[in-house]
């Protein structure tokens, strides 16, 4: 079987969590099946790995309809493929068209849904409906839909209504607990500035409303004097939200505060999570949030909101502590932002008072993410997902 991978991320160039799924989803799957991977940007030197530019003639437009310009290109290069593959609304598209062109069937994972992130308006203006109708679309055809959590189940049963429920599979994201593994250096976190003789506070994340970075900063004026606070923290979605974090961040009354907005390599990144007290996760939006796998299997413990996918990740009290919040707006704001970062603070400064608590929850996390979200598990789930909707 050919399997077309689509994706816009994919390594070097990975963003986000669904760039880590691609990346390792492909790798795995291709023990069981010819993958081709197809994503955008400069051209990739690995084999069965093809990428794509904006056309000539879109360069300038808006972005939402750049990204279509580039899903046509993608389209036409699976002729050949027995099933294709889309991965987030920046390539829904790509398999809806291969779908029609070439009458094979179109898999697509839900990453995100882009009801569920209205902010994106603030960013993409009239190509937030754009995106909206292409992943509406795909959705609305897909022979199969893959939701990466069970709260990703319910968010699209709820966004979809007309999607029927014996469509969409689980098959939750996963972490290479061989990569992904505590690392005794400390060399990358003098070079940045950390001093690993004090605690930590870590996040790793875009700053995105989504991310809920603001709030953790807000939460960050009453954590303990003596810890330091790491932000991993770049790729601004607006000037909007890169100049209120930068306003937040220089108001913070406090020593130890080190924001490296640069994307760093992951051995950096793996480093930097091992050393670390605690990692926050305070998204207000969050599928299912491959990251909190990440400082997991780095044997950190975690503080994560209580939403979307999180809770079945972070299990409460034994390899974390999840933050309740109530969510009423349409942008997934909490209802009461200072409670939210009050309860954000109270969740970090128990960890930061009791570091054997943090200890033994970071080794259970490492334990839950050995045991439960191994790739090549989720590669064969995927192929019998694939194997089903060709038979049919």
């Known amino acids: 079987m050919r399997v077309d991978l689509l994706s816009r991320e994919y390594p070097p160039e990975v963003y986000g969590g669904a760039g880590v799924h691609v990346e390792y989803l492909a790798r795995e799957l291709r023990r069981l099946a010819e993958v081709r991977v197809r994503c955008f940007g400069a051209p990739r030197a690995e084999e069965g790995v093809a990428a794509y530019r904006t056309p000539a003639g879109l360069e300038g437009a808006n972005a939402a309809l750049q990204v279509l310009g580039v899903d046509l290109e993608m389209a036409a290069a699976c002729q050949g493929a027995d099933l294709v593959h889309s991965h987030t609304w920046y390539a829904n598209f790509a398999g809806h068209v291969a779908k029609m062109l070439y009458g094979v069937p179109h898999v697509m994972t839900t990453h995100s849904l882009e009801p569920l992130r209205p902010w994106k308006a603030e960013q993409l203006g009239g190509g937030y409906t754009l995106s909206s109708w292409a992943e509406r679309g795909a959705l609305a055809s897909a022979d199969a839909v893959v939701a990466v959590s069970e709260g990703m189940r319910r968010d699209v049963l709820a966004a979809y209504p007309a999607v029927a429920p014996e469509k969409v599979t689980v098959i939750h994201n996963g972490i290479d607990t061989a990569q992904y593994a505590p690392d005794p250096d400390t060399g990358f976190l003098a070079a940045h500035g950390i001093d690993p003789a004090r605690p930590y506070v870590v996040f790793v994340g875009r700053i995105t409303r989504q991310k809920g970075l603001v ?45 490296i907005s640069e994307m760093l390599p992951r051995p950096e ?124």
């Open 215 to 259: 709030h953790l900063l807000h939460a960050a004026r009453d954590l303990r004097r003596d810890a330091q606070l790491v932000l991993c923290a770049g790729a601004p979605d607006t000037p909007e939200i890169a100049e209120e974090v930068t306003a937040l961040v220089r108001g913070l009354d406090r020593e130890g505060v080190v924001w």
């Open 269 to 392: 990144v793996i480093q930097i999570l091992t050393h670390a007290t605690v990692f926050v996760c305070p998204s207000v939006y969050e599928p299912m949030g491959i990251v909190n796998l990440e400082a997991m299997a780095c044997e950190t413990a975690v503080v994560a909101t209580a939403t979307g996918g999180i809770p079945e990740v972070v299990a409460d009290g034994s390899t974390g502590l999840l933050v309740p919040i109530e969510q009423s707006a349409a942008d997934g704001s909490p209802d009461d932002p200072e409670r939210f970062a009050a309860d954000l603070a109270e969740r970090i400064n128990r960890l930061l008072d009791d570091p054997k608590l943090a200890a033994e929850l970071g080794a259970a996390g490492r334990a839950r993410a050995v045991e439960h979200f191994s790739w090549a598990r989720i590669a064969e789930r995927t192929m019998d997902l694939y194997r089903s909707v060709t038979a049919s």
